[in-house]
């Protein structure tokens, strides 16, 4: 069925760096725009980034700008997050969603979990 | 890109209707029609349950609606069910690109 599975999240030190992935499957992935969200332990929604359907349009929420990079493989049907220059407060469950339209998400992976601690 | 605004806690009798209001600005809902509300229960990812301020996706009952007025934008659930409770956030595309979230309503359903 449609799905997206998330991985690449663990421990990580202030200042290091992580890569998360998130396959797809069971649709026309590159035929979508794709976002990444996450949720600190506790605490509400934050939408940090989206990528278009070509991977040429990026944008970030300013939490994230210039240390987080999002990109993707339409070949591979993955979607990535590289994330640089950790900190405590990225600790946070991450999910990735497939975008139907402005700010709508219609399919959710089932989130990884990213721990930056010393 | 500030959050935009959603009461704390809500709560409702089963079969009462409720309306989740979520607050923001010209340069968000105001800006356009591009509002969406979602569905998390403890422990799960987010359901999509409106966008572009009033649309249902497929597996969404019609007890669920929503509409915007101005700056603001609302959920309204009929016929509220125990399988309702759950945080609810509403979300907003913005002038600048972005997509901002609210900080999230506790429905409680009692």
């Known amino acids: 069925q449609v799905q997206l599975v998330e991985s690449g999240g663990g421990f990580v030190n202030p200042g290091g760096s992580l890569r998360l992935s998130c396959a797809a499957s069971?649709?026309?992935?590159?035929?979508?725009?794709m976002t990444w969200v996450r949720q600190a332990p506790g605490k509400g929604l934050e939408w940090i980034s989206y990528?278009?359907?070509?991977?040429?349009?990026?944008y970030y929420a300013d939490s994230v700008k210039g240390r987080f990079t999002i990109f993707r493989d339409n070949v591979k049907n993955s979607l990535y997050l590289e994330m640089n220059s950790l900190r405590a407060e990225d600790t946070a469950i991450y999910y990735c969603?497939?975008?139907?339209?402005?700010?709508?998400?219609?399919?959710w992976g089932q989130g990884t979990m990213v721990t930056v601690s010393s | 890109q500030s959050a935009l605004t959603q009461p704390v806690s809500v709560s409702g009798s089963p079969g009462q209707s409720i309306t989740l209001s979520c607050a923001g600005s010209g340069g968000d809902i105001g800006a356009y029609n591009y509002v969406s509300w979602y569905q998390q229960h403890p422990g799960r990812a987010p359901t999509l349950m409106i966008y572009e301020v009033t649309k249902r996706p497929s597996w969404v009952s019609n007890r669920f609606s929503g509409s915007k007025s101005g700056n603001t934008a609302s959920l309204t659930i009929s016929g509220l069910r125990a399988e309702d409770e759950a945080d609810y956030y509403c979300?907003?595309?913005?002038?600048?690109?972005?997509?901002?979230f609210g900080g999230g309503t506790k429905l409680t359903v009692l």
């Open positions: 979300c907003s595309y913005t002038l600048d690109n972005d997509v901002v």
């Open positions: 069971a649709f026309t992935f590159s035929g979508h725009y």
């Open positions: 969603g497939r975008s139907i339209s402005y700010g709508a998400f219609d399919i």
């Open positions: 990528i278009s359907s070509s991977g040429r349009l990026t």
